[in-house]
T-cell receptor
Framework: DADVTQTPRNRITKTGKRIMLECSQT?????MYWYRQDPGLGLRLIYY???????NKGEISDGYSVSRQAQAKFSLSLESAIPNQTALYFC??????????????FGEGSRLTVL | QKEVEQNSGPLSVPEGAIASLNCTYS??????FFWYRQYSGKSPELIMF????GDKEDGRFTAQLNKASQYVSLLIRDSQPSDSATYLC???????????FGSGTRLSIRP
């Protein structure tokens, strides 16, 4: 089983629908992140969390919200999806003890299409 | 100005040659610098990190950092077709709170 699991892996939805992408990890890491990837734009940080009570906005948080239900779970929600939120979404984790090595462990990605 | 900038490529290099990938960053307080490799349809994976000025070598890969010029590079020696991928430069912010990625450089190794 993957250490960082994202569900769903693929989702097609319509404009205005509420969507939740879920991420769970078995690595025991305290830090979790949501990134969005668009062609030619690399990975852009949406939200990040250092622990259950510490959630921070990233570069592009507008239109998104998150919930850290437990140390191992971090969910991303689109309250009212719009077509320009069509993208590949990655969840990632890291251990604060390895801060300077910067290794992020990524899930396999969730491809979201908003029609 | 983007925080981390890379040439998007594609960069085409013959097999066996040296591939040189470059990255500049805007936050002078950045402390750590990373190169991730991403194969098409896959997740990024860390291949190198560096936090001191100079060179750091790991097998066929060498990362180079020049903090005065705010420049970091990745050299791949004896390039192989399996090196064909997108290479993402990433930087920790000066507060060390988050990791910011560049847009990536697509590398193609031609036989």
């Amino acid at each position: 089983d993957a250490d960082v699991t994202q569900t769903p892996r693929n989702r097609i939805t319509k404009t205005g629908k509420r969507i939740m992408l879920e991420c769970s990890q078995t690595k025991g890491h305290d830090r979790m992140y949501w990134y969005r990837q668009d062609p030619g734009l690399g990975l852009r940080l949406i939200y990040y969390s250092f622990d259950v009570k510490d959630i921070n906005k990233g570069e592009i948080s507008d239109g998104y919200s998150v919930s850290r239900q437990a140390q191992a779970k971090f969910s991303l929600s689109l309250e009212s999806a719009i077509p320009n939120q069509t993208a590949l979404y990655f969840c990632a984790t890291s251990d604060s003890k390895d801060l300077w090595t910067g290794e992020l462990f990524f899930g396999e990605g969730s491809r979201l299409t908003v029609l | 100005q983007k925080e981390v900038e890379q040439n998007s490529g594609p960069l085409s290099v013959p097999e066996g040659a040296i591939a040189s990938l470059n990255c500049t960053y805007s936050d002078r307080g950045s402390q750590s610098f990373f190169w991730y490799r991403q194969y098409s349809g896959k997740s990024p994976e860390l291949i190198m990190f560096i936090y001191s000025n100079g060179d750091k070598e790991d097998g066929r890969f060498t990362a180079q950092l020049n903090k005065a010029s705010q420049y970091v590079s990745l050299l791949i020696r004896d390039s192989q077709p399996s090196d064909s991928a997108t290479y993402l430069c990433a930087v920790t912010t000066s507060s060390a709170s988050k990791i910011i990625f560049g847009s990536g450089t697509r590398l193609s190794i031609r036989p």
